[in-house]
């Protein structure tokens, strides 16, 4: 049997909006990202500026694969959507799935570079313990 | 500080164990490593008193600096890249007792230990 006239209208209404919206909200944390996080880049590359933008550049195109990537693999829904109210339904949990990625990655994102940052300022540290005494140092 | 020099016991299997471990770990710090008690360490620290280097591990900086038995060990941890944060953790005034009273256990049992380990020459 056919569908009828407005079933079909229904569900073919959600569905560019799905791509759409999380090809917009990644390229956005990403740029996001991108641009914020090149301060702290450079900062632990002691001023490094090539190497900050080269590392910065890697991390996002990472990024975008990992997330488009998830969203082509989430894309499929599996029921058809049949009224308004389930399609608006079946976006959000879509889009929260991908939000929850995206703030994933970026919460690893930022605990990867401040690992960085720190290992980076302890290169000059001092020694974490006061000597027990002093000997005299012949030079060979 | 640029340089550290270990005064190790090579009679030891858990000291030449941890002698060779050491050796392949990245420095931001350069480790000498003497034999204690040797000609070597006595030419280079004719001060030092030799006997007490051989009971506990001992590192000396190139100003002169000594560092004796858990302190030596947290300058050892020091000198490695992959390290360094845990040796100021382990220099924290909360964890330096429990440090203190662990390397210097290891260090009383190392023989036992290197025996059980089957690190024994």
Redesign the interface.
Known sequence: MPPKEGYDEHRNHNLPALPGDKIALTVWVGRTLFKNGRVFLVDVFHGNELLADSVNHLLVVGFYLINFGYVSLALKLGYDVVSAREGIEALSVKVGMVLLVLGGMHFFNLLVFSRMR??AS??N?P???K????????E? | MTALTVLYDPTCGLCRRAHGWLAQEGKLVELVFVPCKSEEARRRFPQLDHDLTAKDLTVVGDQGEVYLGPKAWLMVLWALSQYREWSYRLASPELLPTARRVVSLISQHRFQIGRVAGMSR
């Open positions: 720190r290992r302890l290169v540290g020694p974490p313990v000597p027990d005494g002093y000997t005299r140092v012949q060979a």
